[in-house]
């Protein structure tokens, strides 16, 4: 499984009319050897891999797994006595162009690289990672089907009084309990503060309203299993909904569809005489275009992100993204509407509220497969 | 407290001859405003600061928190339509010299910067760090609490057919029902895997040893709370020891009562006449040497590094650091011995095993004060 990525980054290479690459970012580590035990947080690996060597720096700390785990590497076990550069002097001359991950390698490092290395370039490495096998679906599909459970079993668990952060607690619970963890920080928004597409979960209470109107419940989370990550979003709601909220979880909804359905179509037609490409921006578009023609104010944010070893990686479904879906593409829709004024018509108060709903796909040649499978219809929790 | 950071902050600017700083990291931007709902992963923030003017950088995502949590420094929310490069414009041109974080920023986000600014270079934030005030150690000192419940706990629940992971689970459930999490992936290593200073838990089984021989049980875990961090490791034995682990253990105890004694007594003639300054590297030395003047290899490692918002800070006591431990600074001291042929000696097998005592102290002008307080004596868990 390894070895095709290392070789399918050497082509990549020759493309780019590099000699060499020295990749940082731990995912792409983890993505290029199947070792997932590098800190995110500090630095304590790298590849170098030219036409000829393949190498994976570490210390001494990781050289005993690295061994077992890495066969397809060379180890070069970093240390004081044997410094990094020992190893950049061997090969530099045979590397008169030299590829980094310019968002990931820092200042510091990108100084000593130089040191070396006359000529330095970015070389895109996550974009090998943009395209899943099927196992790496599977996996991404054991997430969401976590993920689904855990939506059920909090749903359950709405009750008078309950903090955003203890529901966010339950959750973590009851996904560690499957053996899994949160993919990222969850996001669980009551009333108003779910108009803040990134709300930080905190201490607010969920309480009765008066009339008994919905209160608006919106829950973002993903699972993190065997490495690879789910996301989803489902906004439900305490109480009964208003008419207008009724409306715009509607329009959301609908948005989600609408983009669902445009890339379902174009597939159709390529499955005719069309060779259109799939672009990830008008995907973007359509979404965007039916909530502004509703009269809601434009997604502020990506309609979508793929998602795999990390939850955010290429491709962006966004108005400025360059890319093309592509078959193996697994990546999240998500439109969402967020205004200051909705959610209690009657009370004269000027009330926040958000909805977003949020479903991972994989893009198969016969159309979009969805892989997250909460219910998408409107959840309203008895009081 | 935020403000007086700040300050401290220009004043370490004005010596450096900058006339502005782009903090990147999280760590520093808590630090510096409270604000800890940054992602570790994914840049979110950035602080820019100069002498008369002191923004922090976000997106909307983050806005409305920062403007209630932040009052203190200027909030610039980046957005398509408005860049950040939009800023750096306005400010361009008073900054004839500008401090980065070398070691955080991408050269992706240098190049950038360089569009604006002639000459960059290296600042180190993280140093202002380094000195913790008392709300800073009580935070650490809480986390060190939470950290020895958590070792009393868990010593308790060591049996046979436990595996390590097990182990960690429940370490990260008790840590957990005290309201913190773990501070970094914890080390839990049983027999030869302890010989691998940063063993990766995992399936490993506590078995019972023919001859009831003692089998090494290292656990390295530390504690987040407060979002300030707790470090400690402690190594026990399921069944009773051997000659050779007890001797081993009790070089390693020394070694860091050396050290101690060591630190101590360079106080006590500070408090005389003399002024002599206490080098970080010297107390490194006091520890390796004990333990290499006994046959025993170096310390693969540091002796201690500081404590606070992150794990790893400044100070490094090591062999190559140059900092000088100063009053107020947190960090730990852990020596080590790490050796292939110990732990079963009348096995013709040979076995990896190693021992590591690690506490977090914080210095005063009398004195070290111990943080973490697990008992220290030889721990041999019946079997």
Redesign the interface.
């Known amino acids: 499984m390894f070895k095709p990525r290392i070789n399918n980054l050497r082509h990549k290479l020759l493309e780019e009319k590099l000699d060499g690459v020295l990749i940082s970012s731990v995912s792409n580590i983890s993505y290029l050897t199947g070792f997932t035990?590098f800190?995110?947080?500090?630095r304590e690996a790298y590849i170098f891999i030219g036409s000829d060597f393949a190498y994976i720096i570490t210390d001494?700390?990781?050289s005993?797994?690295v061994k077992k785990q890495v066969p397809h590497l060379t180890l070069f076990e970093r240390s004081?006595n044997k410094p990094t550069k020992t190893l950049f002097k061997k090969h530099q001359k045979e590397i008169k162009q030299l590829g980094?991950e310019?968002?990931?390698?820092?200042?510091?490092e990108?100084?000593s690289l130089s040191k070396h290395f006359k000529k330095i370039k970015?070389f895109d490495v996550s974009g090998l990672r943009s395209i899943k096998n099927e196992k790496e679906i599977s996996k991404i599909e054991k997430a969401c089907r976590i993920g689904d459970l855990a939506f059920d079993y909090i749903v359950k668990k709405i009750r008078t009084g309950v903090t955003e952060k203890q529901m966010a607690?339950e959750l973590e619970n009851f996904i560690?309990s499957k053996g899994a963890r949160f993919s990222?920080p969850p996001i669980i928004a009551f009333g108003k503060n779910s108009s803040?597409?990134?709300h930080?979960t905190g201490p607010s209470t969920l309480f009765v309203r008066s009339g008994r109107e919905g209160l608006i419940i919106l829950l973002d989370f993903g699972v993190k299993v065997d490495n690879y990550c789910s996301d989803m979003t489902r906004t439900v709601f305490f109480g009964k909904l208003t008419g207008k909220q009724k409306e715009i979880y509607e329009v959301v909804l609908a948005a989600q569809q609408k983009a669902v359905g445009y890339i379902n179509s174009v597939l159709r037609l390529r499955s005719g005489s069309s060779t259109r490409s799939l672009k990830a921006s008008e995907v973007d578009k359509v979404a965007r275009d039916y909530i502004v023609s509703k009269g809601y104010p434009t997604i502020?944010?990506s309609l979508g992100h793929g998602i795999g070893l990390?939850v955010?990686e290429h491709p962006s479904l966004s108005?400025?993204s360059r890319e093309i879906l592509q078959e193996g593409m697994v990546f999240s829709i998500e439109p969402g509407i967020y205004i200051p004024d909705f959610g209690s018509p009657r009370s004269t108060r000027v009330e926040a509220g958000g909805v977003r709903i949020e479903d991972l796909f994989v893009l198969k040649d016969n159309g979009l497969r969805q892989l997250t499978n909460s219910p998408k219809g409107i959840i309203s929790v008895n009081i």
Do not use: C
């Open positions: 035990n800190s995110e947080k500090e001494a700390r990781y005993e797994a004081h980094i310019e968002d990931n390698l820092t200042v510091l990108h100084k970015h607690e560690r990222f803040v597409p990134h930080q502020p944010h990390e955010h108005p400025k």
